[in-house]
């Protein structure tokens, strides 16, 4: 529906005793413009099946990932997001002071409270610019549920 040969349109629309190079070549010259046009519009409406194509599921995203920063192995996957449990050892107030051994500490972020709700894991290997970042933040929002938070980590 949308293969369009404007070069064999011309030739079918000029009649047989006015085929020559001279009016072909101004024929196809004038045609130019709309040959732009269409080539346009192509473009765009293989971006926009493939947007269809593509939505927040896990498997979309990753797909979606995958095939614009790392197409032949594909190593961009997508985790849950940190989930950790606060550990409240005494009120400031209370004035208990008390032995932990060792205890992790997470940033503010990861806790199930506060965090995120999926992890973008993105490997070193990949060699992304900051403009490829900026990128790939910005495709994960158009794709993600509104409400979604997310994180992009570099990987080892």
């Known amino acids: 529906m949308f293969n369009i040969n404007y070069d064999r349109w011309v030739m079918l629309m000029l009649p047989m005793r006015k085929r020559k ?5 101004w024929l196809r010259a004038l045609c130019t413009p709309v040959v732009i046009m269409y080539n346009i519009f192509l473009a765009k409406r293989s971006a926009d ?9 896990v498997f979309s995203l990753e797909a979606m990932l995958n095939d614009r920063f790392d197409n032949i192995e594909r190593r961009i996957y997508i985790d849950d997001g940190f989930a950790f449990d606060r550990i409240y050892i005494f009120q400031p107030d209370e004035n208990k002071p008390l032995y932990l051994g060792s205890v992790p500490l997470h940033n503010e972020g990861d806790y199930a409270d506060t965090g995120v709700d999926f992890i973008v894991n993105v490997p070193e290997a990949i060699t992304l610019s900051n403009q490829d970042l ?3 933040e910005a495709k994960v929002k158009y794709y993600k549920l509104a409400s979604k ?5 570099r990987t080892i």
Do not use: C, G, Q, T
């Open 21 to 25: 190079a001279k009016l072909f070549a």
């Open 49 to 57: 099946l493939y947007n269809v194509l593509h939505d927040s599921r």
């Open 134 to 136: 900026i990128e790939m």
């Open 149 to 153: 938070r997310f994180l992009i980590y």
